[in-house]
C-alpha cells in the first residue's frame, strides 16, 4: 500500500498560478496527476518517472510543470497560466510503470484529491 497526500488547491482567478504537492508514503517510480470534472471521467494531466521522463495532456503544454526533486516521494505540479477549464479536484497517484500513461486503470494507488477552482 501506498499513501498519498496532496495539497495547495485553492481558488485562483483566470491567469493565475498554483503550486499543488503530493507526498507518498514510500518511494514509487512513477507519479502523476489526473483530475476530475463534475459529471465528466478523471482524465491524465501530467507524469514523471523516477529517471525524470515526463509527459503532459496536450492541454496544458506549456502551462503546467511536473517535478519531483532527487526522485523521491514528493512531487510538485506548478500550474500557470490558469483558465477556468482548468478547474476540477486533483488527484496524485502512483504506478510501477516505466513511464506515465494515461489510462487511469494503469495506476495502482490514489490520493484524496485536492479542488482547483479557476474563476473567470
Known amino acids: 500500500q501506498v499513501q498519498l497526500v496532496e495539497s495547495g488547491g485553492g481558488l485562483v482567478q483566470a491567469g493565475g498560478s498554483l503550486r499543488l504537492s503530493c507526498t507518498a508514503s514510500?518511494?514509487?517510480?512513477?507519479m502523476g496527476w489526473f483530475r476530475q470534472a463534475p459529471g465528466k471521467e478523471r482524465t491524465f494531466v501530467a507524469g514523471i518517472t523516477m529517471a525524470g521522463v515526463t509527459d503532459y495532456v496536450d492541454s496544458v503544454k506549456g502551462r503546467f510543470t511536473i517535478s519531483r526533486p532527487d526522485a523521491e516521494n514528493t512531487m510538485f505540479l506548478q500550474m500557470n497560466s490558469l483558465k477556468p477549464e482548468d478547474t476540477a479536484t486533483y488527484y496524485c497517484?502512483?504506478?510501477?510503470?516505466?513511464?506515465?500513461?494515461?489510462?487511469?486503470?494503469?495506476?495502482?494507488?490514489w490520493g484524496q484529491g485536492t479542488q482547483v477552482t479557476v474563476s473567470s
Open positions: 497517484a502512483t504506478s510501477n510503470l516505466g513511464k506515465p500513461v494515461s489510462g487511469a486503470h494503469l495506476w495502482n494507488f
Open positions: 514510500r518511494r514509487t517510480y512513477t
